[in-house]
C-alpha cells in the first residue's frame, strides 16, 4: 500500500476532502507522532519507509542526506511559502518537484505582524504581565501613526502589512533586493540598506533566509538602528542574530523585540526573560480560515503531481 506523509505538526485530514479521495484510493496516511517541528533525524526515519511516495511537509529540514535516502519519495508538497527548509538542488536532481502554497499565509502573517507592532508600541504585553502580578500601573508607549516602519523585503507578506499600516497612518519605507518599482506603490522604497536602517522607528523582516543572509540582522545592523526603534521577525530564525539581539535590549539600544521565528525551535533562550520583548512559537499562518486554505491547497499540490505521476486519478 503507498505511503503519504503529513510532517506538519498538526494537519485536519479528516476535513480535508482531497486527503479523503486518496485515502479511497488505497493510500495510507502517516501523521508526525511528535506534534511538533521534526529533527533531521526523525524526518530521516519517517522517510525510511520504501512506500512513502509523496509528503506534505512543514518546516523540517529536507536535506541533501534526507532527500537521497528517501528512495521511494516523489514529490514533496510544502505547507506554506518558504523553501528555505529543502535543499532545492538536490531535489531537482533527483527529479523531486517541490511544491508550495504563496497565497494562503500571507493575510494571517501580515496581521500577526501589525499585532506585534501594536503591542510592542503600546506596551499591552508588558502591562497585561504586570497587571497580573498585582501591579496597577498604565505604561506610556507610542503611537503607530508617529512610526516610520520599514519593511525589509517588500514580497507578498511585506506588502500587505504595508498596506494595513497605511490605515493606521504610519510612514512606510521598503528596502528590498528584487525591487519591483510596480509593487512599492505609495510606500517609499530606499535603494541603500544603511539609510533604511537609519530611517526606521520600526523594522519588520520579510524576507527568505538563506545562507547568504544567514545572520542579516547582526551585530552591525542592530548597532546602526536608531536608539528606542524596535524589531520585528515574523520570517525565519536564521535572519536575526539572538545573542546581539538580546546585548540590544539589555543595554537599552532598543526598545522592544518581537519574534515569531528563531534559530532553534522550540526556543528556550534568554529573551524569554526580558519584559520588553514578545515571543510567539511560529505560529504567522496559525488563523483558522489562513492554516485551511494551506491545507487545502498543499493537499491539492500533492494530489496533482501523484495524478502527473500516475499514482493517483
Not at 196 to 213: C, E, G, K, L, M
Request: glycine fraction near 8%; charged fraction near 20%; hydrophobic fraction near 40%.
Amino acid at each position: 500500500m503507498p505511503k503519504l506523509l503529513i510532517s506538519t505538526s498538526s494537519f485536519d485530514v479528516k476535513s480535508n476532502q482531497v486527503l479523503q479521495s486518496l485515502q479511497d484510493q488505497g493510500f495510507e496516511i502517516v501523521l508526525n507522532p511528535y506534534g511538533r517541528k521534526l529533527k533531521e533525524t526523525e524526518i530521516l526515519e519517517l522517510l525510511s519507509d520504501d512506500a512513502i511516495v509523496g509528503m506534505i511537509a512543514g518546516v523540517e529540514p529536507l536535506t541533501r542526506n534526507v532527500l537521497n535516502s528517501a528512495k521511494s519519495l516523489k514529490v514533496v508538497s510544502r505547507c506554506g511559502i518558504g523553501t528555505d527548509s529543502v535543499d532545492l538542488v538536490a531535489a531537482q536532481e533527483l527529479g523531486i518537484p517541490v511544491h508550495i502554497t504563496p497565497t494562503a499565509p500571507v493575510i494571517a502573517v501580515a496581521e500577526l505582524t501589525v499585532s506585534l507592532i501594536l503591542s510592542l508600541l503600546r506596551r499591552t504585553s508588558e502591562a497585561d504581565r504586570i497587571l497580573r502580578e498585582g501591579t496597577w500601573k498604565p505604561l506610556m508607549g507610542k503611537l503607530l501613526a508617529s512610526q516610520v516602519v520599514g519593511l525589509l523585503g517588500y514580497g507578498r507578506v511585506g506588502n500587505r502589512v504595508g498596506q494595513l499600516l497605511k490605515t493606521f497612518g504610519a510612514k512606510r519605507i521598503a528596502y528590498d533586493i528584487f525591487r519591483d518599482d510596480s509593487l512599492f506603490a505609495d510606500t517609499v522604497c530606499i535603494s541603500s540598506l544603511d539609510e533604511f536602517i537609519a530611517r526606521s522607528t520600526v523594522i519588520t523582516i520579510h524576507v527568505p533566509y538563506n545562507q547568504d543572509n544567514h545572520h542579516l540582522v547582526d551585530r552591525n545592523f542592530i548597532n546602526k538602528m536608531q536608539a528606542g526603534s524596535i524589531l520585528i521577525n515574523t520570517s525565519r530564525g536564521g535572519l536575526v542574530d539572538e545573542e546581539a539581539l538580546y546585548d540590544a535590549l539589555v543595554s537599552g539600544h532598543l526598545a522592544g523585540a518581537a519574534l515569531d521565528v528563531f534559530e532553534e525551535e522550540p526556543y528556550s533562550g534568554k529573551l524569554r526573560a526580558l519584559p520588553q520583548v514578545i515571543l510567539t512559537p511560529h505560529m504567522g499562518s496559525y488563523a483558522k480560515e489562513a492554516r485551511t486554505q494551506m491545507e487545502q491547497e498543499a493537499s491539492q499540490n500533492l494530489f496533482d503531481s501523484l495524478v502527473n505521476l500516475g499514482l493517483a486519478k
